[in-house]
């Protein structure tokens, strides 16, 4: 049984005080996002931002990619927060189209699924209560069931499941994708969505988290007998590196996996990554795109922080009081969205219509490298939101 070590904080004093964030601070981060919404409103109404900007600029796309619920999902939070009817009215109409997709089958090749259905459906269903939403969203955790490969315990990730390439292939950035899975089992009864996510939380705890509390992106289950083969990155550094955005997706899925099973080995985990995590952060706590690099002139990834930032603040809410790092994850999540406030946001760029600057897609395929990503401007919003309001879940 594998071991996974736990590095500590090494720079506790770093975070052990927590950093003065005034309620008018978070307002007026928040009003930020809502000017840039306002100006946006109009052209992503039938149409999504893509996943990622061009010279900061997003393009309208259609609902094809795995990201166009991040959009949707920053109109619910935008309706929270204001009970503006607007934003709701654009995220009704959004829904249409996801239930098309999931009806026709466009695009759902893919375990994001979980993204696209969370952020649009379920949140529309837990906000509004619509049986339409509900129902699309189990239409879609339906599908995503397809993926489970019963011999691995795990749901594949990419492509077409007869493809040998992709065959037996999970990532990390699945357990964000889980909730959809457990949520299904809840409001139907039917545990068999349950267990597959629990399954694949367990697999992914096993496999690609490694023993420095490190983890690849992506692993290999042998196709024909579901045995471990090993890990490869994709958008990481390198095999062996730890990709920013993977670790981020890990400090914040586990913890979504403990709300749902009760498994406090999960939440064991999320500490030892998130350590692993804020250990490797440079002076202004946002992360680089791998994090091999802890200096220099490689690409910061501020989607990553933004990520981690829900994370740290989300595993932080399931720590007992007595727990040594509960107050240093808040401290180092409200470090991270003063610094993505203060010197990452477009305010500096009014041309552009996304919110966070700097961030990566994907380094060695050279797509979206120093851009907008339309995933970290949904995060950085939610950890607004988080700070401002006692916020109830998506996810
Ligand atoms: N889930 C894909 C990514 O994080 O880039």
């Known amino acids: 049984m594998k071991q996974i070590i736990d590095e500590g904080i090494r720079n506790q004093q770093k975070y052990s005080h927590k950093p003065t964030v005034e309620k008018q601070y978070v307002e007026q981060a928040i009003h930020f996002i809502l000017h840039k919404m306002d100006e946006n409103l109009a052209t992503f109404t039938e149409f999504f931002p893509g996943p990622v900007s061009f010279g900061n600029i997003y393009k ?4 094809t990619d795995w990201t ?3 959009w949707t999902g920053m109109l619910w939070l935008a309706y929270e927060v204001t009970g503006d009817p607007k ?10 189209s996801f239930r098309a997709r999931v ?7 893919t375990h994001d699924l979980g993204f696209l259905y969370t952020l649009s459906c379920m949140a529309a269903f837990k906000l509004t209560g619509s049986e339409q939403a509900k129902e699309t969203a189990l239409m879609a955790a339906e599908l995503l069931t397809e993926r489970y490969y019963d011999k691995a315990g795990i749901l594949q990730a990419w492509g077409d499941l007869n493809d040998p390439t992709q065959r037996g292939r999970m990532i990390i950035d699945c357990l964000m994708n889980l909730p959809l899975l457990y949520w299904a089992s809840d409001v139907t009864g039917d545990q068999k969505f349950r267990n597959m996510a629990y399954s694949h939380a367990k697999q992914a705890a096993k496999y690609i988290v490694r023993e420095d509390a490190s983890c690849y992106h992506t692993f290999y289950m042998e196709p024909q007998t579901g045995e471990p083969i090993g890990g490869k990155t994709c958008q990481g550094f390198s095999d062996d590196s ?7 997706w890990a400090i914040y899925g586990f913890p979504l996996s403990y709300i749902y099973t009760g498994d406090e080995s999960f939440l064991d985990i999320a500490v030892k990554m998130a350590n ?11 992360c680089y795109w791998d994090l091999i690099f802890t ?3 490689q690409e910061r990834d501020s989607s990553s922080a933004a990520i981690a930032a829900c994370g740290l603040l989300e595993l932080s809410k399931h720590l007992p009081t007595t727990h040594p790092n509960k107050t240093i994850y808040e401290n180092a999540a409200l470090k991270m969205l003063q610094s993505l406030t203060d010197s990452y946001t477009t305010k500096t760029h009014p041309n552009s219509n996304g919110i966070l600057l700097h961030g990566v897609y994907n380094k060695p395929g050279n797509c979206g490298v120093d851009e907008c990503c339309i995933w970290g401007d949904y995060f950085y919003f939610e950890a607004l939101v988080r700070l401002q309001k006692q916020w109830n879940l998506y996810w």
């Open 60 to 63: 309208p796309t259609e609902n």
């Open 68 to 70: 166009t619920s991040f």
């Open 87 to 96: 934003y709701r009215r654009v995220a009704v109409i959004q829904l249409k």
């Open 103 to 109: 009806e026709k089958r466009m695009g759902t090749d």
């Open 242 to 248: 730890s990709w920013a955005r993977g670790q981020a």
């Open 276 to 286: 692993y995590f804020l250990n490797r952060l440079p002076q202004d706590d946002v």
């Open 295 to 297: 200096q220099g002139s």
